[in-house]
């Protein structure tokens, strides 16, 4: 199941983007789902099994998060996992 992370601004996200890219770890930047539409509106899509190597990545970038959910489709619930 794919995994998707949030960010508080667009900054983050696009910020994200680059960072996971640089580091070559398959993402992709989608519109949050709108049952999490109280973030900024951008969120990554990744695999789950590139949850460790994404925060890493992350840390490293010095980007915080606002969650990270399974992800099953634009319209399915979401399932908060960190």
Do not use: N, W
Request: a neutral charge.
């Amino acid at each position: 199941m794919d995994r998707i992370i949030l960010f508080t601004s667009y900054y983050f996200a696009t910020k994200a983007e680059k960072v996971l890219e640089e580091a070559a770890i398959s993402s992709r930047l989608i519109a949050t789902p709108p049952a999490l539409d109280e973030a900024c509106g951008l969120c990554i899509l990744f695999g789950h099994q590139d949850l460790e190597k994404v925060l890493d990545a992350l840390l490293l970038g010095k980007i915080s998060h606002s969650g990270i959910y399974e992800y099953q489709g634009p319209k399915a619930p979401v399932k908060k996992i960190k």
